[in-house]
T-cell receptor, first 112, second 115 residues
Framework: DAKTTQPTSMDCAEGRAANLPCNHS???????VYWYRQIHSQGPQYIIH???NNETNEMASLIITEDRKSSTLILPHATLRDTAVYYC?????????????FGSGTQLTVLP | DGGITQSPKYLFRKEGQNVTLSCEQN?????MYWYRQDPGQGLRLIYY???????QKGDIAEGYSVSREKKESFPLTVTSAQKNPTAFYLC??????????????FGEGSRLTVL
């Protein structure tokens, strides 16, 4: 699986959009971009995933650049409950039932 | 409500003792997983199971064992052979499609401390 690079930490004001970047310059054509988040001392939560088109669901939007070498997770109206570590992962979608290896992620702190 | 239940939430163990962490899911998911998380780090896969009575090693299986006798249960045993067992342990499950798409559902975790 391709390696990802994320900033260690970010702050965001409550009610504003949080934009979390992720670089994955070695991504292969059959690899998807996934985002998870983990609130302190809890299990991770799946957020969204995509291949090359922008994706949106009830939690967030995922913007993937045309060359697929980077992406941005957007939380449109951040709340205090969005404070968490956000993980960007790149992996193939087919294959075995394994392989969601998380890196260090970005600690997002939403400020009141 | 459907979900994944891990127990105990906190566990203390003396060196040389085996300990078993419980993971139960009522989501009717086929696949189940165990991850380990160390402070300030991401998750690493220990074992996973795609179907009852079958499981595979992950990236850090040494010193751990699992069983999958029932679809809803996937207990993890941390043996005395695990050299650095103090960590936060996470269990997850997914549908067969979710195993491919990466949509995993996680439990609340079990924090093991070896004294």
């Amino acid at each position: 699986d391709a390696k990802t690079t994320q900033p260690t930490s970010m702050d965001c004001a409550e009610g504003r959009a949080a934009n979390l970047p992720c670089n994955h310059s070695t991504i292969s054509g059959n690899e998807y971009v996934y985002w998870y988040r983990q609130i302190h001392s809890q299990g991770p939560q799946y957020i969204i995933h995509g291949l090359k088109n922008n994706e949106t669901n009830e939690m967030a939007s995922l913007i993937i650049t045309e060359d697929r070498k980077s992406s941005t997770l957007i939380l449109p109206h951040a709340t205090l409950r969005d404070t968490a570590v956000y993980y960007c992962i790149v992996r193939v979608i087919r294959g075995s039932a394994r392989q969601l290896t998380f890196g260090s992620g970005t600690q997002l702190t939403v400020l009141p | 409500d459907g979900g994944i239940t891990q127990s105990p939430k906190y566990l203390f163990r003396k060196e040389g003792q085996n300990v078993t962490l419980s993971c139960e899911q009522n989501l009717n998911h086929d696949a189940m997983y165990w991850y380990r998380q160390d402070p300030g780090q991401g998750l690493r896969l220990i074992y996973y199971s795609q179907i009852v009575n079958d499981f595979q090693k992950g990236d850090i299986a040494e010193g751990y064992s699992v069983s999958r006798e029932k679809k809803e249960s996937f207990p993890l045993t941390v043996t005395s052979a695990q050299k650095n067992p103090t960590a936060f342990y996470l269990c997850a499950s997914s549908t067969r499609q979710g195993a491919d798409t990466g949509e995993l559902f996680f439990g609340e975790g079990s924090r093991l401390t070896v004294l």
